[in-house]
């Protein structure tokens, strides 16, 4: 089947032949320009002037002598008839701009539909008015108020802006095609003696339908539709919606030559399901390494694949085969989704998070915003520097970082003198500085030629920005700035480089118009892509557009993307339309109807149509994750017993217990998690100082016995230490606002019911303080084929008392306790069951204090939960079996029988053959910062 362009082609070469010399050709789009050129060459018969090719928005310009007026340019230039029109009622542009950019939107449409602008938007005031009327008289509240002087004020907003920008010789495109349509064609600029055509269009605005019209009445112009007579003489299919109008009107031009290739032609459908993004991808790169059509010379320049979302480019790209030969893509990505793209926003998320310190620091950063900015890959390339002096950073567990020393760290000279981070011309204005010298690095560099790319087209939309910020408004914010960015790099898009006419095709939905392939591949065929659901956020409802003013809707708006996708497939040979077979949320995921239209109405209307459909739902096998383990070699051996002669605290051994594999990390090769930057008060650090307190308050009681006027439960005391604490280990931390002011009175009230408990207890028992942070050292000599090993155990209780003569080794506990964790029914389970790693602990410290030269059993060990005063004190206690008629009572029994267990443990700590392995029991790994290093999922992810 012949392309649609080659019979153009073959249209305008007879008028080239025979002499004509001006002749412009308006496609739909400048990718089929490019075709077009290619054809026509081959239709030539001798030299001939080449004719002039413009797309539809190229020759309206053209036409008119206006230029394209920038939309975020007119989006200032809306705000600021805003500010004069509503004074002090004006909005900030933070929330003005979203609400602009629907207003923009609005009028191209108004526009193009050629609607009486002051007819429509008073219309529609009167309608919202309608809609707030209270028919009790009640006055309308001030936010109505102002929601009615809007709508009332889009007339002017529309005149103004529409006077503003033809004076400055810009129009939006709406605009334009209006203008030219409603002009003579004897003022139609670059018109006159030239032989025109218009080929490929089909979803005409009422502004470009008078254009043709006038162009086809007026200059003899040549329309040349490309329909075909399955969807146009079908008057329940939406894909002819617009051509069965112009057919039965003859406007803009009379309908010709329809042809019949969808029914006449032979052609195969393959219909695949595949489940999400990448999935689809290797679904094409299955295609075109393995179906019938790639063993035909020359297959490649006739196909093409086309991504329906955009956002399926990429793993696209990752799955075409190297073996099919070059390829060219057309479409490219937008900076937003390239490592340039986020390294502004980065950066503009630091500075809008900059906090003034005073005088002598100046302006800080928080430090994990600045890591964030650091690490990104463009900043890694081009500041490979800052890799070791941000891991230095991050060590010393600070919050802040202050300007001076980030200008230090990236080279100096980037922050100027008196730097406000929230002044958006100063921020944009150092921003520029930095991408550019981020730029020039990598273009000096070794990078990707997609990172260069992705870097230079950030310098663009940074200039851009810059020379905007130079004209905001005083009230403007970072914010401001943050939404600029982020909607030019929606717009902008990252090239990419290849021969336009060579290879296949990766191209867009929209650059298919008036293009031809015997092959294609169509991706995303879902129906919230395609159709999609046609709607665009607008201030104008669905029936004032439609039924009131006669402006395209959502039947209108869905025949498009109809014509599009029938139109592409009607000259095909070999159709594969792919779709995400896995179901989403209200609908999405769902196929498009288009195929279940082709699966019905073509097996029944097109017989030489042959519809085959697959749907890929096999899960690709995956090797079971073998079990993590570590032999114990020479060298595993002499790390374990360099970290036994360091010490084991009882923590270690509740993690040897829970998971050997998490022991030999943590313990013998002294893994530990990164230390983390808090700009919050987490558990740990509540912790310790609740834990300073109550060692502050009762190491002034050591050998004392406490009568309850010693301990002053009072609130403004506990503040006191408490900040003091802070003050002295984490003064960059925002005690008095947030989550934080929270957590801080949380810690004031764990306290003060803590002493007030303790009041009450020294009020009917008698309490001597003996130590607090008491440090506990013990070594047990362990049998082992190596030889005899000396295995030292450290701890540090919170606090030992002598209570009514009976010492209690105390251990504060700030989480939450179950006092059932701390019966201990079997001595042997205890150092074998996970679940026991609790009481394992105080056990533990039971030992320890029992190996001091000064203590002596029986006594009792025992947690004070914090967070519960009222179960103070909650001691290990034993089965009757192991121990004293008091089962809180630790004697002698007890502490042999846990000392031999505790052997037995090492012993095949030591063994050899007994290498570290995994824990077995997933719910050990919940908080385990190596579960991913172990294949293991953590649950609830």
């Not at 490019?34 to 190229?58: G, H, M, N, T």
């Not at 979302?309 to 900076?335: A, F, H, K, Q, R």
């Not at 739902?617 to 360099?642: F, G, R, T, W, Y």
Request: net charge negative; charged share 20%.
């Amino acid at each position: 089947m012949e392309p649609f362009l080659l019979d153009v082609a073959r249209q305008v070469a007879r008028e080239l032949n025979q002499g004509h010399e001006a002749v412009e050709v308006v496609l739909p789009s400048r990718r089929a320009g490019v075709f077009f050129r290619k054809y026509l060459a081959s239709c030539i018969e001798k030299p001939v002037w080449e004719p002039q090719i413009l797309s539809i928005e190229d020759f309206v310009f053209r036409s008119t002598g206006l230029q394209k007026a920038d939309p975020v340019a007119s989006l200032f230039a809306l705000y600021h008839i805003h500010l004069s029109l509503a004074k002090e009622e004006a909005r900030q542009p933070d929330d003005f701009f979203p609400v602009g950019e629907m207003v923009l939107a609005d009028f191209d449409e108004v526009d193009h539909h050629m609607v009486d602008a002051e007819s429509l938007f008073e219309f529609l005031h009167e309608a919202r008015a309608i809609d707030l009327w209270n028919p009790d008289g009640t006055p309308l509240t001030s936010l109505q108020q102002r929601y009615l002087t809007f709508f009332a004020s889009l007339t002017q907003y529309y005149s103004q802006l529409r006077e503003n920008s033809l004076a400055r010789g810009e129009a939006w495109q709406g605009l334009a095609t209006r203008l030219l349509a409603t002009r003579p064609v004897e003022d139609w600029l670059g018109v006159g003696k030239s032989k025109l055509f218009f080929a490929g269009f089909n979803a005409l605005t009422p502004a470009e339908e008078t254009l043709l019209n006038k162009a086809y009445d007026h200059l003899g112009a040549v329309v040349i539709w490309d329909v075909d007579s399955w969807y146009i003489d079908d008057p329940l299919q939406e894909a002819g919606l617009f051509l069965r109008r112009y057919r039965s009107t003859g406007l803009p031009a009379p309908v010709k030559n329809i042809g019949n290739w969808l029914a006449g032609e032979h052609r195969n459908v393959s219909i695949i399901g595949a489940p999400l993004h990448v999935a689809q991808a290797r679904e094409v790169g299955n295609i075109l390494t393995s179906a019938p059509f790639t063993r035909e010379p020359g297959w490649q320049s006739r196909t093409a694949v086309i991504p329906a979302d955009e956002s399926l480019l990429l793993p696209l790209l990752n799955s075409i085969p190297g073996s099919v030969g070059p390829y060219n893509v057309t479409m490219g990505i937008p900076l937003r989704q390239t490592p340039g793209g986020s390294l502004a926003v980065l950066w503009l998320d630091m500075l809008a998070n900059a906090r003034l310190t005073g005088e002598s620091a100046g302006w800080c950063f928080f430090l994990s915003d600045f890591v964030r900015v650091a690490m990104h890959p463009l900043m890694v390339i081009a500041f490979q520097q800052l890799v070791p002096q941000v891991n230095a950073l991050v060590q010393t567990g600070r919050l802040f970082v202050v300007a001076d020393e980030v200008d230090g760290l990236l080279s100096g000279s980037l922050i100027p003198l008196n730097f406000n981070p929230h002044d958006p011309v100063q921020s944009v204005g150092f921003l520029s500085k930095m991408i550019a010298q981020v730029a020039e690095a990598i273009r000096d560099g070794a990078a990707d030629p997609f990172a260069r790319a992705s870097a230079d087209s950030l310098v663009a939309v940074i200039q851009k920005v810059s020379t905007l910020a130079a004209i905001l408004p005083p009230n403007a914010t970072l914010i401001t700035i943050r939404r600029l960015m982020n909607h030019l790099a929606s717009t902008v898009k990252i090239p990419f480089g290849g021969e336009p006419l060579t290879g296949i095709q990766v191209m867009g939905m929209l650059e298919t118009r008036a293009l031809d392939f015997d092959n294609i591949i169509l991706l995303g065929m879902n129906d919230d892509v395609i159709p999609g659901s046609g709607l665009t956020p607008s201030f104008i409802p669905s029936d004032i557009r439609t039924e009131t003013f006669g402006m395209a809707g959502f039947r209108e708006k869905t025949a498009v993307t109809a014509y599009h996708f029938y139109r592409l497939l009607q000259r095909t040979k070999n159709v594969f339309l792919v779709y995400n077979n896995v179901p989403g949320h209200l609908g999405k995921g769902d196929p498009s109807r288009f195929l279940l239209q082709i699966k019905y109405e073509f097996a029944k209307n097109l017989p030489h149509t042959v519809v085959t459909e697959e749907v890929r739902s096999e899960v690709p096998e995956v090797a079971a994750a073998k079990p993590v383990e570590i032999e114990k070699n020479d060298e595993v051996m002499a790390q374990l017993k360099m970290a036994a002669q360091k010490g084991f605290s009882p923590t270690s051994l509740s993690h040897l217990v829970e998971c050997p594999l998490r022991f030999y990390l943590m313990v013998v090769k002294g893994i530990r998690p990164p230390k983390e930057y808090q700009i919050s008060i987490e558990s740990d650090l509540f912790g310790d100082a609740v834990h300073h307190v109550a060692e502050k308050v009762f190491g002034k009681l050591i050998g004392i016995h406490v009568q309850p006027h010693m301990l002053k439960p009072d609130k403004e005391r506990v503040t006191s230490m408490l900040s003091g604490w802070f003050d002295e280990h984490r003064p960059d931390l925002d005690r008095g606002t947030g989550n934080n002011l929270l957590v801080f009175q949380v810690a004031i009230d764990y306290l003060v019911n803590f002493f007030l408990t303790e009041q009450r207890m020294a009020a009917t028992q008698r309490i001597v303080p003996v130590e607090v942070e008491a440090k506990l050292r013990r070594t047990l000599q362990i049998p082992t084929t190596d030889g005899v090993v000396d295995v030292v155990f450290e701890g540090r209780a919170d606090r030992i008392d002598l209570r009514d003569d009976v010492p209690v080794v105390i251990d504060y506990k700030t989480g939450t306790v179950d006092a059932a964790a701390f019966n201990v029914a079997d001595m042997q389970e205890l150092v074998s069951n996970p679940k026991q790693a609790k009481a394992l602990q105080l056990m533990t410290y039971a030992w320890l204090s029992a190996g001091s030269a000064w203590f002596s059993p029986p006594f009792r060990c025992a947690v004070w939960p914090l967070r519960a005063p009222s179960k103070a004190l909650i001691p290990l206690s034993f089965n009757s079996g192991i121990g004293h008629n008091d089962d809180s009572l630790i004697g002698k029994m007890q502490l042999d029988l846990f000392e031999e267990q505790l052997q037995a443990l090492l012993v095949t700590l030591f063994d050899r053959g007994q290498p570290f392995q995994q824990t077995s029991d997933a719910d050990n790994c919940r908080y385990c910062p190596f579960v991913e290093m172990c294949n293991r999922v953590k649950p609830g992810r």
